[in-house]
């Protein structure tokens, strides 16, 4: 192509290809911008338990190299027949927990609840004490208590906390130890990792250890809520949902002398359906308190409280 040719084309290539390319560099700056939206908005939500969880590893990696210098090997897990929680090796149950339950301090928040039921209550058992989140609590209030695991992980953790923990199967543990010789146990989210045999055993031998007087705590998922059955199917370990009229029923059975349930941690409102607004008009009126009253039902079903405690007296 000659010069005069290339002198002429190149302004006219210029004109037609730099409204192109300055839209192009408009629409980048708008991708890119929306992009760093989304990743502040994702940030604001994920990166608080994502630290949690990254602090748990790293905790625990801090401590099992403490303890491989100075302190004797944790013995190896028992047999898991009747294990409260059993998993292949090659599952990390530590790193799950940390991110299906939350942190400690979100634990330790949410099992405060409790303190008033066991002020009166020691010497305690936690049955599946994993992270030691309620032995912590007890020993802030200066309630003598002890916790049982088959996880060595957990129990390694604990021990590093200084709490009184003991690596066994909870049925092995409670059955040698003497009757009436507590005043409370604890077991949150243990029941349900349970097979019917086993959680009639453990029901049993928990009556059978508590003093005349003496209060069991167990704590699940309520499989009343549809929003609940999500994170109860996301656990490998569970074996069965209890309901509560279940779980009321066999601790009634076994000999607990009075139950009390209570139902937990209901979704914030924000996840609720809201209440649809209908015209004033007063030909409404019957149809919006049907449409309220199923509303209100639809919530209760699917967006029910998420947990439920069963608390059992001797």
């Not at 007063?282 to 308190?289: I, K, P």
Request: glycine letters at 4%; a negative charge.
């Amino acid at each position: 192509m000659t010069a005069p040719a290339k002198a002429v084309l190149r302004p006219l290539l210029r004109w037609y290809v730099a409204p192109l390319v300055d839209a192009q560099r408009d629409f980048n700056d708008v991708t890119l911008k929306l992009i760093d939206d989304l990743y502040e908005q994702l940030d604001a939500r994920t990166d608080e338990r994502l630290l949690q969880e990254l602090e748990e590893r790293l905790l625990r990696l801090e401590r099992a190299s403490r303890s491989a210098l100075v302190a004797a090997p944790v013995s190896a897990s028992p047999p898991v027949t009747s294990e409260v929680r059993s998993l292949p090796t090659a599952i990390d149950y530590f790193a799950f927990e940390a991110r299906m339950r939350g942190s400690r301090a979100d634990v330790r928040d949410r099992q405060r609840r409790y303190h008033a039921d066991f002020a009166e209550a020691a010497p305690v058992l936690d049955v599946g004490c994993g992270r030691g989140e309620f032995l912590m609590l007890l020993r802030e209030a200066d309630i003598e208590a002890i916790g049982v695991d088959s996880n060595p992980d957990m129990v390694q953790i604990c021990r590093s906390e200084g709490l009184a923990v003991e690596q066994d199967d909870a049925l092995a543990y409670l059955e040698r130890i003497e009757h009436g010789s507590l005043g409370g146990v604890f077991a949150a989210q243990v029941v349900e990792h349970l097979r019917p045999a086993p959680l009639v055993r453990l029901l049993e031998l928990v009556c059978a250890k508590l003093r005349p007087g003496g209060v069991f705590v167990a704590e699940t998922m309520n499989p009343l809520s549809f929003v609940a059955l999500k994170n109860y199917f996301a656990d490998l370990t569970h074996a069965q949902p209890l309901v509560p009229e279940t779980l009321v029923m066999l601790m009634r059975q076994v000999g607990f002398r009075s139950t009390e349930l209570r139902f937990l941690n209901p979704p914030p409102d924000e996840e609720r359906l809201r209440p649809v607004a209908l015209p004033a008009d007063s030909g409404f009126a019957e149809a919006r308190v049907a449409l309220d009253a199923n509303v209100a039902r639809l919530n209760e079903i699917v967006f029910g409280p998420q947990d439920y405690a069963l608390i059992g007296r001797t």
